[in-house]
């Protein structure tokens, strides 16, 4: 059964610190994404990796950065947080050119 | 720029009524998908359309794709209230790219 999973449900940070969000899935898929869910926004493309050590902005790059050191874990970085990066993160993977799967989000909030 | 809409973003609507929702996008794509999330919950994909015309039905969902009009719907059949979430669509940008834009969700409540 395909499996992605995140490193915490809820998570809570001051203003400034540096933020690790994990992910990791166990399907051997290549492509892996970061996205923000937002109300009223829809879900917008953070980062995505198409292999280890590959990476491509996506449409919503600033303030955030990214690691993919092994092929089944793709970590998203807030190197300082800010309140307006209070959101559900949602982390998926896929096959090239298949349906993405996701994982189950990290709520994040930041006072 | 790649731009989803969907319509309606919210739709109330009795058990046992039909209703279809809408995906309109701006430009030339190879693929659509449709996803469901529940409330709280991760989203859920549903159904992939690759081609012109391309009809996919589970259940009493039934999605098809109009590459030419850039429209995809989402029909419901019959509903039930288990069918109550919030349904994307997203379609990816064309030329082979990983890329997804989804649509800003349908939220769908199913009333007994």
């Known amino acids: 059964d395909v499996k992605v999973t995140q490193s915490s449900r809820y998570l809570v940070k001051r203003t400034g610190e540096k933020v690790f969000l994990e992910c990791v899935q166990d399907m051997d898929h290549e492509n892996m994404f970061w996205y923000r869910q937002d109300p009223g926004l829809g879900l917008r493309l953070i980062y995505f990796s198409y292999d280890v050590k590959m990476k491509e902005k996506g449409d919503i790059p600033e303030g955030y950065s990214v690691s993919r050191e092994k092929k089944e874990r793709f970590s998203l970085i807030l190197e300082s947080a800010s309140t307006n990066q209070t959101s559900m993160y949602l982390c998926a993977s896929s096959r090239a050119f298949y349906e993405q799967y996701f994982g189950p989000g990290t709520r994040l909030t930041v006072t | 720029e790649l731009k989803v809409e969907q319509n309606p973003l919210f739709l109330s609507m009795q058990e046992g009524k039909n209703y279809t929702i809408y995906c309109n996008y701006s430009?030339?794509?190879?693929?659509l998908y449709w996803y469901r999330q529940d409330p709280g919950k991760s989203l859920e994909s549903l159904f992939v359309l690759l081609s012109n015309g391309a009809v996919k039905q589970e259940g009493r969902l039934m999605a098809s794709l109009d590459t030419k009009a850039r429209l995809s719907t989402l029909h419901i059949t019959a509903a039930v209230h288990d069918l109550s979430a919030t349904y994307f669509c997203?379609?990816?940008?064309?030329?082979?790219?990983?890329?997804?834009?989804f649509g800003k969700g349908t939220k769908l409540t199913v009333n007994p």
């Open positions: 430009t030339t794509s190879d693929r």
């Open positions: 997203a379609v990816d940008h064309q030329g082979g790219s990983e890329k997804l834009v």
